[in-house]
């Protein structure tokens, strides 16, 4: 995958929550010596200095779109218990797939400095 990275990963995606804190969203396994096994998603506490979300790749991509949403939910509602943070991005995951969004293909990704440079380019046209 094409894209920034740094110390976290792939940047795929950043966000503020309705508390005015910046998330940002990258696509690395969390470190299970760190986290344990079986870890598919991590929301950093929002208290921490830079607050971020981390997705494990190896996952469907149904399983990859119920994470993100997790996690996300997650960095807006970081007070709620994990079973209500659970049933809420399984049920949002569960009715867009029913609705029929697929993953089409994979996100490819731009560097920032890619993205500054084309929105320049196209501000002058």
């Avoid at 010596?33 to 469907?60: A, K, M, T, W």
Wanted: glycine share 6%.
């Amino acid at each position: 995958m094409e894209g920034f990275h740094n110390n976290y990963g792939q940047k795929i995606f950043s966000f503020t929550n309705t508390k005015k804190i910046h998330y940002d969203i990258y696509i690395r396994k969390p470190n299970k010596l760190h986290y344990g096994e079986g870890v598919y998603g991590l929301c950093f506490d929002p208290e921490e200095e830079n607050p971020h979300i981390l997705i494990n790749p190896d996952q469907s991509d149904r399983a990859m779109m119920n994470t993100c949403i997790h996690e996300v939910c997650h960095a807006f509602f970081w007070d709620k218990s994990e079973y209500d943070i659970s049933r809420c991005a399984s049920t949002i995951s569960n009715l867009i797939f029913k609705l029929g969004w697929r993953k089409v293909e994979d996100v490819k990704l731009e560097s920032s400095s890619k993205r500054k440079k084309a929105k320049a380019r196209r501000g002058k046209k």
